[in-house]
């Protein structure tokens, strides 16, 4: 098992930062990759960022240059770093993690609130 808890969501103006939080615990030695996932109200889950085992990452369009998903494997920590934030970032933001051989489905926590908005 696998257990995910989110933090660092809130308010923010446009143009400004947030940086979320996953501290991530249970069978870590399993995962294989860490993922945020953000989904709007009324919007399909989007996938925003990944990274892999080997540091790999990949970003959505919508976010490149502007998001950065990094973990700290010391603290079974995962972030994202969200600059430049728009008012179409506004969602709730999930920390999901990939064990196949524990779960197919992988695992997600309950997500944490953004709101861009002035």
């Known amino acids: 098992q696998v257990q995910l808890v989110e933090s660092g969501g809130g308010l923010v103006q446009p143009g400004g930062s947030l940086r979320l939080s996953c501290v991530v615990s249970g069978s870590v030695s399993n995962i294989h990759a860490m993922k945020w996932y953000r989904q709007a109200s009324g919007k399909q889950r989007e996938l925003v960022a990944r990274?892999?085992?080997?540091?790999?990452?990949i970003y959505a369009d919508s976010v490149k240059g502007r998001f950065t998903i990094s973990r700290d494997n010391d603290k079974n920590t995962l972030y994202l770093q969200m600059n430049s934030l728009k008012p179409e970032d506004t969602a709730v933001y999930y920390c999901?993690?990939?064990?196949?051989?524990?779960?197919?489905?992988?695992?997600r926590g309950k997500g944490t609130l953004v709101t861009v908005s002035s």
């Open positions: 999901h993690a990939d064990a196949p051989f524990l779960r197919p489905e992988g695992y």
């Open positions: 990274i892999a085992s080997g540091e790999d990452t």
